[in-house]
Structure formats: structure tokens, C-alpha cells
T-cell receptor, first 116, second 114 residues
Framework: AQSVAQPEDQVNVAEGNPLTVKCTYS??????LFWYVQYPNRGLQFLLK??????LVKGSYGFEAEFNKSQTSFHLKKPSALVSDSALYFC??????????????FGSGTRLQVQP | EAQVTQNPRYLITVTGKKLTVTCSQN?????MSWYRQDPGLGLRQIYY???????DKGDVPEGYKVSRKEKRNFPLILESPSPNQTSLYFC?????????????FGEGSRLTVL
């Protein structure tokens, strides 16, 4: 069975500082990894994904994530946080062998709070 | 505008009263799925559909039904809702036949069963 762990319920960072939201995963075989963001009363919005290739993936709104196979991690990063980045962030994994269900297994989410 | 549309967005109902949450996408996506979101549990897949007339169970299908008669629509049916189905529900779709694509989510439907 596949799983995702987001060890921090909340991350607080000052505006302008770099931010990191942590994610580790467990899956049989190679992973497809995703980050989504959820703003209040809205659906999840896709930020970025890792399928194969370069371990550093760049996505929307200046976010990036680094895939580390040995540590089974896919941490989300941004060099300079904005107050508008405050939201709930979800990491998700799908096994490459899952060609049918295509189910994403989500972490429990990390709330990012950026202080002015 | 490309989007996944769910209705209703908010619903309060009573135990046993059948209800349907509609989902429609305008992106011609083959794949559609329903998730429920509960605090501390992230999102869990209820049902999915690879294409028209092809549906299958996800991780938490008990108490739910779906149908896929048209490519764009994927309604979620609660035949006899119970309080443990109080949750936030999301419909999602994805293009193509590979499993590398991201999901596009609707805005969510908050359901309360009394």
C-alpha cells in the first residue's frame, strides 16, 4: 500500500523568508509525486509534479520541489514567501504501476501561515 | 473556461433521504473520480471512472453509487445517507489514458447528514 506523510500540521514563516513544506512517501516501485494547494472554500489546485528526469521540479507561483529517492522525500520549497501563499498544502503520490485506478494517495495536509 | 463543476456546494440533509451530487467537466477528460476530505485524513478516493460506462471502487466506496452515462458527467449518489457521510466531497478529472496526469478538482460540496 502507498502512503504519504506530512509531518508538520502547520508551518509558520515570515514574508520574504524561504519556506519548506515537508513530504515523505512510500510506494511500490517508482512514484509519481504531486503537490496541490487549497485555499479556503476552494478546490485543490495543482502546483507541480514529478514524473521522471530532473530531481528539481518547478511549478506554479514560484514553487519548486526536490525529489530525493534515497530519502523518499518530495519537499515543497519557495525562495521567498508571500502572505498570499498562506493556504493548506497537500502532497500526493501515485504508483507507476497504477495504470487503472490512478488514485492519488494524499497526505493529511500542512497549513502554511506567512506572516507580514 | 476549463473547469469541473459540482452541485450543490452546500447541503444539509437527514439520515436516509437519498441525494445526488452532480459533477460535470468541460475538458473532454476520459478519467473522473470522487474523493472525500475529512480533517486529519487528507483526501480518500470513493469511486473512479476510466471512461463512459466504466466505473470502479476506490478506497471508501461503502454507501455510495456512481454512474457514467456521458463523458462529461459523473454524479455521486447517496442512496441512504448516514451521519458518517458528513464530509467535504470533491470531484476530479484527468485527461488521457496514462497515469501521469494531474487531477483537476471541482470546488467541493460540503454535505451534512443529521
Amino acid at each position: 500500500a502507498q502512503s504519504v506523510a506530512q509531518p508538520e500540521d502547520q508551518v509558520n514563516v515570515a514574508e520574504g523568508n524561504p519556506l519548506t513544506v515537508k513530504c515523505t512517501y512510500s510506494v511500490s516501485g517508482n512514484p509519481y509525486l504531486f503537490w496541490y494547494v487549497q485555499y479556503p472554500n476552494r478546490g485543490l489546485q495543482f502546483l507541480l509534479k514529478y514524473i521522471t528526469g530532473d530531481n528539481l521540479v518547478k511549478g506554479s507561483y514560484g514553487f519548486e520541489a526536490e525529489f530525493n529517492k534515497s530519502q523518499t522525500s518530495f519537499h515543497l520549497k519557495k525562495p521567498s514567501a508571500l502572505v498570499s501563499d498562506s493556504a493548506l498544502y497537500f502532497c500526493a503520490v501515485r504508483g507507476t504501476r497504477d495504470t487503472g485506478r490512478r488514485a492519488l494517495t494524499f497526505g493529511s495536509g500542512t497549513r502554511l501561515q506567512v506572516q507580514p | 473556461e476549463a473547469q469541473v463543476t459540482q452541485n450543490p456546494r452546500y447541503l444539509i440533509t437527514v439520515t436516509g433521504k437519498k441525494l445526488t451530487v452532480t459533477c460535470s467537466q468541460n475538458m473532454n477528460h476520459e478519467y473522473m473520480s470522487w474523493y472525500r476530505q475529512d480533517p486529519g485524513l487528507g483526501l480518500r478516493q470513493i469511486y473512479y471512472s476510466m471512461n463512459v460506462e466504466v466505473t470502479d471502487k476506490g478506497d471508501v466506496p461503502e454507501g455510495y453509487k456512481v454512474s457514467r452515462k456521458e463523458k462529461r458527467n459523473f454524479p455521486l449518489i447517496l442512496e441512504s445517507p448516514s451521519p458518517n457521510q458528513t464530509s467535504l466531497y470533491f470531484c476530479a478529472s484527468s485527461p488521457g489514458t496514462t497515469n501521469t496526469g494531474e487531477l483537476f478538482f471541482g470546488e467541493g460540496s460540503r454535505l451534512t447528514v443529521l
